[in-house]
């Protein structure tokens, strides 16, 4: 057996016990979105990292080569579609209402996905160009959601709709930025310091321990090695600009898609499904 075949055994095998398991929960896992049923809710409630079980089933889940052809006529043009709306409205910075918006939208187009949150750094070495987006990080406002906000939807191990939005206009960043980012391989790397932890906050907390701790991200993030191992940090190249996604949880919407941004006064979810997207993916609407 090659190694391709091994790997796909591997994960088919992995797949069949964590289906067991949710099955054996009351879960029905043939239902798009069943993190939303009552019997998945009241494990998660217990168990506050039980919504890694979700992103394991879709990322180990056994995929035919009609369903990846699906998902890559669908994904990247969704990312680009829902990134061109939010920049049409000036909302930068929104990565966690897309990201949120777009798992709700790939359910009703038939497309398995799962969120991830933590770090994304951009940098070009040759510009002295770093902008980095750090999960641990001084708080502009209590309750800030802090980092970065991304998709999986396999084949695809990152989909990136706002990336684009993340810098104000006319940072020179911008020059080297894709419009979206939805690739289907990456190279693994491993987490630092620098990825996890913004300057601002290392200073910080030097000064007050009146030290310097090089494995202060373990500290702050101390599952992050544990769930690097399902889920690894990841590197992609785009000409110069190199970009950096270091996953620390799983995430996904607490709410439907008609109440993702409910108090916004534009780009609500009602708004973006039944006036954008609704209408230009009709023929994928499941």
């Known amino acids: 057996m090659g190694q391709a075949k091994q790997r796909a055994a591997a994960r088919a095998g992995v797949h069949a016990e964590i289906d067991a398991r949710l099955r054996g929960l009351g879960i029905d896992t043939t239902q798009f979105g069943f993190f939303d049923q009552p019997a998945f809710a009241a494990e998660e409630g217990r168990d506050g990292t039980f919504l890694d079980q979700y992103a394991l089933w879709v990322q180990s889940r056994p995929r035919t080569a009609e369903y990846d052809e699906r998902v890559r006529a669908i994904v990247p043009r969704l990312a680009e579609f829902l990134a061109d709306l939010f920049e049409r409205e000036d909302m930068q910075r929104s990565c966690v209402h897309v ?11 038939g497309v398995w996905s799962f969120g991830l949150k933590g770090s994304m750094i ?9 902008r980095g987006q750090s999960m641990c990080d001084l708080s502009d406002f209590p309750g800030a959601e802090l980092g970065h906000a991304w998709v999986v939807a396999p084949p695809f191990v990152i989909v990136d709709g706002t990336i684009r939005l993340q810098n104000p206009v006319g940072d020179p960043m911008n020059s080297y930025t894709p419009a979206i980012v939805a690739v289907e391989h990456t190279t693994m790397v491993k987490p630092t310091i620098d990825d996890v932890v913004s300057a601002q906050l290392r200073a910080r907390i030097a000064r007050d321990e009146g030290r310097e701790d090089s494995q202060l991200h373990h500290r702050l993030v101390p599952n992050l ?24 949880g799983a ?19 009602d708004e973006v499904w039944n006036d954008h997207v609704a209408p230009a993916f009709a023929d994928f609407i499941v």
């Open 122 to 130: 951009a940098e070009v070495a040759s510009e002295d160009l770093w």
């Open 99 to 109: 990201s949120s918006m777009m798992q709700r939208i790939l359910d009703r187009l």
């Open 251 to 269: 995430r996904i919407s607490d709410v439907g898609l008609e109440q993702i941004n409910g108090a916004g006064e534009k780009l609500r979810g």
């Open 225 to 248: 090695k544990d769930f690097s191992r399902n889920f690894p940090s990841s590197e992609i190249r785009y000409g110069e600009l190199v970009l950096r996604y270091v996953p620390a």
